[in-house]
DNA sequence: CACCTTTATGTTATATTATTACATATGTAA
DNA sequence: TTACATATGTAATAATATAACATAAAGGTG
């Protein structure tokens, strides 16, 4: 035993189902509903939707992904930290989703919170695109 | 018989359930989700889900109502024309949702727009919020 | 270590949200 | 009239998400 030295670090305390489904979303690289992760992990050995809605909550809530509220689906975060303040662009035509940088928008962000006086925790905002395959298509 | 002038303005071309869906989410004043429309709508005689759903999309299409993506519930238009790029502040204690003219957000999103070479349709922004009423409380 | 608390898991059942499929009716235009 | 598009009614079912409860693992305190 010895150096049964618990590696605590709060960075990697993703349990087993948490890191299943990250891994997922990751190599997937696109973003996935919740039936269909599960339908992908019963060979892992999750059955039940409930394990999926928990891990997928966890990551949410660690910011390591994001769900697409517009389209009940869930996609890993492509930025080192979004502070959960999101921004998509996502493709009427073949659904495809796209997150994107929201530093440019902080400044209009800024003064439409200021000026209505809200208390803001964060926001998503959703574009509704046509992709570039789609077209050339 | 005679004038059976059919008063066919495109203005006014909603139909029977439209018309009743649409009054009560004016009355309400508030967001609400189809089955507690379909339960209020009872009494007039709707009463299957498809009946509420189906009002709800044409009337989400016309521009009317707009739907709140991450809460499965419907509102009234509270501005004269969105062009369905919409603006929400969502209390994340109470759940109350109120709709937000954009015109500030406009040149923040154009340049993210822009810099990212995007095709937009249309946009929708939910910033989650506490609203007043709850952060008196 | 023993003890307690918190967090995660497994499992079944159920709630909530939304659509498919098909028959009928109504409106509009040539 | 005929044809075509749009709206309605109704039943069944699909897709998305949570409640409830039992058990297990992880973490902190003394
Ligand atoms: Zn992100
Ligand atoms: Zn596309
Ligand atoms: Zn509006
Ligand atoms: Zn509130």
Known sequence: MSSTHTHSKKSQSLTKNQKIVLNLLQNSGEALKAYSILDSLKKEGLKSPL????????????????????????????????????????????????????SDLSEGVKELVKKNRMNVTRYNLEFFVLCKSCKTN
């Open 51 to 102: 394990q999926i809605y928990r891990a997928l909550d966890k990551l949410v809530e660690l910011g390591k992904i994001h769900k697409i509220e517009s389209r009940n689906s869930f996609i890993v975060c492509n930025n080192s930290n979004c502070a959960s303040n999101t921004v998509f662009a996502i493709c009427e035509r073949c659904g495809n989703v796209k997150e994107i940088k929201n």
